[in-house]
């Protein structure tokens, strides 16, 4: 298979595993606030809630990131000089921490599956935010392909993120009027 091929696989099952790992986390939320709803209402949501997250979790997210894995691996085979250069030694272990982050994320999938759930939805929702700022580290550093830049980059993520945590903050307290 081509370089062009495996490039473009290992592109869209990145995407793909972005899109679990954006909706698991609002699953997550979900599920939270689920436990905190009247006993009826908990017999509804819960079960359909865990499916969902269940299937999300196991059958796009899941293996989407070992398919990442694995073409990423592929794509460095035919690129063996990027391991000697920065911005990919930076963007490997952005992609450790994603990985680790997608690891800590099954420990609160098992938790929130048991009906126990660690973090509240506010926290969750900061959670959520992180994968973002992984996404966006790791794309504008495959880009530009320069440390410095994704320095700056970085800067603005960290703004970008204070509006996030502003954003958050004025939704929960539209949502608790």
Do not use: C
């Not at 696989?9 to 679990?20: K, Q």
């Not at 952005?94 to 938790?111: A, D, I, P, R």
């Not at 440390?147 to 970085?154: A, D, E, Q, V």
């Amino acid at each position: 298979m081509g370089f062009e091929y495996v490039k473009a696989l290992h592109l869209i099952f990145i995407v793909t595993w972005f899109a679990g790992l954006f909706y698991i986390v609002r699953l997550f939320i979900y599920q939270t606030e689920a436990l905190e709803k009247p006993e009826q209402e908990r017999q509804i949501l819960k079960p359909h809630l865990d499916l969902m997250a269940h299937r999300l979790w196991y059958i796009i997210t899941w293996p989407s990131a070992v398919l990442t894995l694995i073409f990423g691996f592929w794509v460095l085979t035919y690129r063996w000089g990027y391991l000697q250069q920065e911005f990919m030694q930076a963007k490997l272990a952005l992609v450790l921490l994603l990985y680790v982050y997608h690891g800590y994320s099954q420990v609160l999938f098992t938790e929130l599956q048991a009906g126990k759930a660690r973090w509240s939805s506010t926290q969750l929702r900061l959670w959520n935010e992180l994968s973002t700022l992984l996404l966006f580290a790791i794309v504008f550093l495959i880009v530009l392909k320069n440390t410095l830049s994704m320095l700056w980059g970085m800067l603005g993520l960290v703004g970008l993120f204070l509006v996030f945590l502003l954003a958050i903050k004025l939704y929960k307290k539209y949502r608790t009027r």
